[in-house]
C-alpha cells in the first residue's frame, strides 16, 4: 500500500471502465460480494492448470518399467515423464530445477546402473515480485500438522540501506522450529534479495540444522540475511496435544 498498490486476493474483475480523467473504474467479485476499486492500472493475475487430459495421468506398473519410480511412467509403458508439479510432483511449486533433478535421476535408473529417487523435502522456492519472497521447508501450518508442536522465531525490520536512504520499506524473515528435536523445518523472508538469501539458508534447512547452530554462525552486518542468524526472542509457542 506504500507504493499505492492494492493488492486484491481471489477476485475476479468482472468489469473495468475507462472514466473521462483516465482513471480505472474496476467491479471486482470476491466470493459473491461485489465492490468498486478505483485504480490508474490492473494487472490481473490469472494463473495456469496442467494440460494433461491428453495423456494418462494415472501411473501404471509393468515389467518394463518395474526399476524406475512408477509416478515417472505414462502411456504407452515405454514412455517416460519428468515434469514440474503439474505433471507428476508431489510438491507446490512448478519448478524447473525439480524437473532437471527428476530427469537427471531417470537417466542415472535407467541407464547409470543405479537406482536414484528425488527428494522432494525442503524444495526452496521463490517469488519475483515487488517484494520478493523465498521460502524453504515448513509453512507454519504444515509444521504445526507434522510435528504438533513449534517455535515460532520472526520478525520485521527496516534495512539499514532504507534507514540512510529515507525508504519505508520493510522486510520480514521468520524460522519455524519443531520444539521436540530444535530443528529448524521451516525458513521464509519476504523483502529484497530474499530469493538470494533463502538459497544459501535452504542448504542448512535440508541439512536439519538445529536452531542452536543458527545462533551459533556469527552474524554479517549490516545485512538483511543476518536476522536469521540473531533471532531470539520466541515469538509463539504452538501445542496441538
Known sequence: ????????????????????????????????????????????????????????????ASPSTSRVPSRWTSSPPAAYRASTRWATSPIASPLTPVAIREGAALATTLFGGRRVAVDHRDVPHAVFSQPPVGAVGLTEAAALAAHGSLEIYATTFRPLKNTLSGRNERTLVKLVVDAASQRVVGAHMVGPDAPEIIQGIAIAVKAGLSKEQFDATVAIHPTAAEEFVTLREKRTVHSTR
Open 1 to 60: 500500500m506504500r507504493k499505492g498498490i492494492d493488492l486484491r486476493l481471489l477476485s475476479e474483475p468482472t468489469r473495468i471502465e475507462r472514466r473521462t480523467d483516465g482513471s480505472l473504474l474496476v467491479t471486482l467479485t470476491t466470493a459473491g460480494h461485489a465492490e468498486q476499486v478505483e485504480a490508474d492500472a490492473v494487472m490481473f493475475a490469472t494463473g495456469r492448470r496442467p494440460a494433461t487430459s491428453a495423456s494418462d495421468s494415472k501411473p501404471r
